[in-house]
């Protein structure tokens, strides 16, 4: 149908005769003569359409925007002052000969010709029309050219690309499963993976040595900011190798797709214990890009009558820490009012404040509503601590750690970001020696990975005191955002019964549910470790987009629906009997 993509018609084709298809981009009538822009996914080229050529002029005279057109015609150089450098085929136009509308298109909902700022639930609605879009295009062609990559890194340090199961049973990382019930087994249903996690590891017991996959995976979790209910992993996992081996393997490619696809040098990753990470950054993928730390500063108030700051500092299981802001005196009262609500988000019930105006002068020097609480002495040994500098404001956090972590931490970025305090464009690491598990409000322990992670002690440590257990987890962190996170696994049932009755989970219920893998590790499961990349964060980061929504084709909304399918959707009585499911109450037809 054609000889030509439009965006590869260029200077080195003219007096050549193309044939080429596409959209038309814009229409233009000048005095007589038809200018149409035709788009195809290489680009877009310019065609002009003489009166002399009735029947052609005609025709492209009644086509309308995003019509499906095939034009043949000769290439010619621009006339001089209509040459345009910023377009790849800017040096010439096609003189148009036939045209031929291969469809009709109605009236598009949003214009494609400029750049509109479109309410995403539209985009998303017409989701194959906002794809036309040359930014979607791009995003995903980049998409694509990443994933080659892998492909190719993958397979040349001999991975094997295995697909495992879509229809499974639970596999958990922390989230709620999507459930599929089952026809032919009534009552029963299988759940979507919320990873390939138990399948890579008994392909590992197979002798496979080493996997990748990318693959979907589904974790029907609340709605936070920036999930997808179904998201692609970069799922990896390897055989004979200790954390040097696999971290060295994964960073190298992370590293060499930013030099290939951005010509960007991500430099050495440093390591830093999850302790740190929490101390320092309070968050345990610290944004690096941030010099700003946070410092502990209980050892100063814990005498003190004022309570919101004694209490905290004498309770072994609460923080009081300061974050210095540099530049910060300049904000007004409505911004630190405002950052006091942000900081609400994750439960701190204040934000208290100090002002560095004239450090030389002492006391006198700061402004703050506090320091008649905390005392002169007290303040000063703080703005020591914190060095305080003039023009610098001194943020506090009081509350339980976790509190403050997530709090400070939080405003460290937002402040970081309003503020544009980076240091440096891109900031990678890895986080190491996690906890093996974390205690919930509630006093029950849950693997803060998952409970295939291979902690760094014995089983007997381990059951000794499970909160202090280290585990030989990494994450691989880059600018704030998680890109990948994996481990070393457990390859001995004993120490897995043992993560297993740690969580409180009955020896019944291991056999129901982990049944198969505990009886993998009894047949020589090989020692391995691997991890997983988030690919649309990958994606997301690389081509600088705000969302992963971005950076999917069709993403779900925020309420993990798609408006376009309108799935999730009602189904037929027929359909529910034939799964041997009731209703409780029959949902309302839309
Ligand atoms: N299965 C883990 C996850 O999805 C990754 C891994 O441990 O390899 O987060």
């Avoid at 470790?529 to 993403?555: C, H, K, Q, W």
Wanted: glycine share 8%; proline share 5%.
């Amino acid at each position: 149908m054609r000889t030509h993509y439009c965006g590869d018609i260029n200077e080195t084709l003219i007096d050549q005769t193309v044939t080429f298809c596409g959209w038309v981009h814009r229409r233009r009538d000048h005095g007589g003569v038809i200018f149409l822009d035709v788009r195809d996914r290489e680009g877009l080229v310019q065609v002009v359409f003489d009166p002399d050529t009735v029947e052609a002029f005609n025709t492209a005279d009644s086509v309308r925007s995003e019509f499906v057109v095939q034009i043949t015609g000769r290439v010619r150089g621009r006339p001089e002052g209509t040459i345009n450098d910023n377009m790849k085929t800017g040096q010439i136009e096609v003189l148009g000969k036939d045209i031929n509308i291969l469809n009709k298109a109605a009236t598009p909902p949003f214009p494609l010709d400029d750049y509109s700022d479109v309410g995403e639930d539209v985009r998303l609605k017409f989701r194959y029309m906002d794809m036309r879009r040359p930014e979607m295009q791009e995003k995903l062609r980049f998409r694509s050219k990443v994933t080659t990559a892998i492909r190719n890194y993958m397979d040349e340090n001999g991975f094997l690309d295995i697909e495992t199961p879509i229809l499974t049973r639970a596999t958990p990382e922390g989230a709620r499963d999507y459930l599929v019930p089952s026809r032919t087994h009534e009552g029963s249903f299988f759940a979507l993976p919320q990873s390939p996690q138990l399948f890579k590891q008994l392909l590992m017991v197979s002798g496979f040595d080493r996997y990748y996959q990318i693959a979907k995976c589904f974790r029907d979790e609340d709605l936070r900011a920036d999930r997808q209910p179904e998201f692609t992993q970069i799922d990896i996992e390897a055989s004979f190798i200790d954390e040097d081996t696999i971290m060295g393997l994964t960073q190298d490619m992370i590293k060499g797709i930013f030099q290939k696809e951005l010509g960007v040098d991500l430099g050495d990753f440093p390591q830093m214990p999850y302790a740190e990470a929490m101390s320092k950054y309070g968050s345990d993928k610290p944004d690096m890009r941030i010099p700003m730390e946070i410092v502990d500063v209980a050892e100063f108030l814990q005498d003190i009558e004022f309570k919101v700051f004694a209490g905290p500092a004498k309770d072994p299981k609460g923080r009081v820490a300061a974050l210095k802001v540099p530049g910060g005196a300049e904000l007004s009262r409505k911004q630190i009012d405002e950052y006091t609500k942000y900081v609400g988000i994750y439960g701190a019930k204040g934000l208290a404040w100090i002002k560095v105006n004239e450090i030389e002068k002492g006391i006198e020097g700061l402004q703050s509503p506090i320091i008649k609480f905390i005392g002169d002495d007290n303040t000063m040994k703080i703005m020591e601590k914190v060095d305080a500098k003039n023009g610098d404001i001194v943020f506090f956090g009081a509350d339980k750690t976790k509190v403050v972590n997530e709090a400070l931490g939080a405003l460290r970025c937002k402040v970081a970001e309003d503020m544009n305090l980076y240091t440096s464009e891109w900031a990678a690491l890895w986080v190491v020696d996690f906890p093996m598990f974390e205690e919930n409000d509630d006093g029950s322990i849950s693997a803060l990975h998952h409970p295939f992670t291979a902690p760094s002690c014995s089983p007997e440590e381990l059951k000794a005191n499970p909160l202090e257990a280290l585990s030989r987890a990494y994450d691989m962190v880059l600018n704030g955002v998680e890109l990948g996170g994996g481990s070393i696994r457990i390859h001995d049932e004993a120490m897995q019964e043992t993560v297993f009755e740690v969580l409180g989970i009955s020896e019944e219920e291991q056999r129901e549910k982990f049944g198969f893998l505990l009886d993998a590790l009894k047949f020589g499961a090989p020692p391995h470790g691997g991890l997983a990349f988030g690919l649309d964060r990958l994606i997301m980061l690389m081509t600088g987009a705000n969302s992963i929504r971005e950076v999917i084709a069709f993403p779900k909304t925020q309420s993990a629906a798609c408006v376009m399918t309108q799935a999730p959707g009602i189904v037929s009585n027929a359909q529910l009997r034939d799964l041997h499911i009731k209703l409780r109450e029959k949902p309302k037809a839309e």
